[in-house]
């Protein structure tokens, strides 16, 4: 019984204590609602994979390549492993080192600085294990130190996560931008035409003593302009590609490149699925930077049981054990058994006010923490706010802007009839085309608008880290 107690008393001391203060999540420095947050479907944002968000096959195959070889992500998931492996040193600390080593040692004496005159060759012969300072965990710094290492390393983690959403929000808005820029070419370059085939027509008028130089002019400055918009939406579309293939880490594969060309246009692609906001706290766990902010909260925390604990002495042990002889063929024979056992304590007397210092670096680094994380979530909670509130506005502005575009077409129609009829001059069909080319490029403007706000919705509530939908984990 008597040991039993030993034992347990042994085993208490080795368990030792921790310093590290009771941790409590700080209160949400949000309001519990979101504005404008009714509406959409069951299914959150974090549980909706980015394939069944963003249906497109040709974005798809994008996005698919972007996780597997931008490099910016490549390097958030190497630190996330090399955080891993700072992890697994600093826990292994809590363990004791032990190394075999085995030695020979040959010695020859001359017979001059011999007693007896003659040469002499001595051997010596040992094998053992060594225990290399191992020290006792009592007032908790190891487990600090590793409970530390372990919050960066959950901190890297979700860190990479938040890269990984920002890669696929970004791939898929460039690829809208590719697509509205496109279409905007298409528009400019049939007004090009149309605006050549008037310049002609006026042109022959002039020639023919039916209009003015000044109508010769207008329809000259229209079409110049039109081909200056032609040559502005050919560089933007080259430079989105360029931009794409720059985040796809990787040339684009002709199959996938055919596909993007199959596309028709920005109105054309398949509608995005509207998420629900649901509320503020969700984000604690849907959100990765979030994650990643109580994470150093919590390493932070753990640094302050790690500098209380440096207050109190530390336990070293050094121990070796083996056998030891002057011939290799008795080297386990009875008596050559040879150990070594040395524990050494440390007192910290005078460090000149360095624990102290340390201990109020460590407090204030959490505090410093602390306000990082809240302001994380408030950076948080404006995203989706401003996201929710811009969502029934552009549903709004969109449907005005095409009632625009059908009014303006009416109008660009009639001007025209009205100039063969000759019932009005041809200044009535210029100002009209452009009306009507302002119009439509700018409802390919607002389309785009549109599709990324829905993007950033997704993204603010914690969508696209993974593909395919399911639960989502918790921090």
Known sequence: MRNVKASALLLGLLSGCSFIPAYHRPALPVT??????????????????????????ALQGLIALGIADNRNLRISVLNVQEAQAQYRVDRASLFPTIDGNGEAIAQHTSGGLSTSGAGMTTHEYSLGAQTVSWELDLFGKI???????????????????????????????EYYTWLADRESLKIAQDTAVADQHSLQLTQLEASNGTTTALAVAQAQTTYDTAMADVAQFQRQTAQDMDELVLLAGAPLPVALVQKMDATSQLSNEPPLPQ????????????RPDIRAAEHQLLAANANIGAARAAFFPSI?????????SNSLSSLFSGGTT??????????????????????????????AQIANYEGTIQSAFHDVSDALVARQTYVDQVQAEQNLVAADTRYYTLAQMRFTAGVDNYLNVLLAQDSLLG??????????????????LYKALGGGWQANGTSTPQG
């Open 32 to 57: 519990a609602q979101y504005p404008y947050a009714a509406g959409g479907s069951t299914a959150a944002a974090a549980d909706t994979g980015w394939r069944d968000f963003f249906k497109d096959p």
């Open 143 to 173: 487990r600090s130190q590793a409970e530390t290492a372990q919050q960066t390393y959950l901190s890297d983690a979700d860190t990479m996560l938040s890269a990984r959403i920002s890669l696929v929000a970004q791939i898929a808005a």
């Open 275 to 286: 998420v629900p906001a649901g509320l503020p706290s969700d984000l604690l766990t849907r």
């Open 316 to 324: 070293s042990l050094t121990a070796n054990g083996g056998v030891a």
């Open 338 to 367: 040879a150990w070594l056992f040395q524990p050494q304590i440390t007192l910290p007397i005078f460090s000149g006010g360095a624990n102290l210092a340390n201990l109020d670096l460590a407090k204030l680094e959490k505090q």
């Open 439 to 456: 119009a439509r490029l700018n409802l390919v403007s607002l389309q785009l608008a549109q599709q990324q706000n829905e993007i950033t």
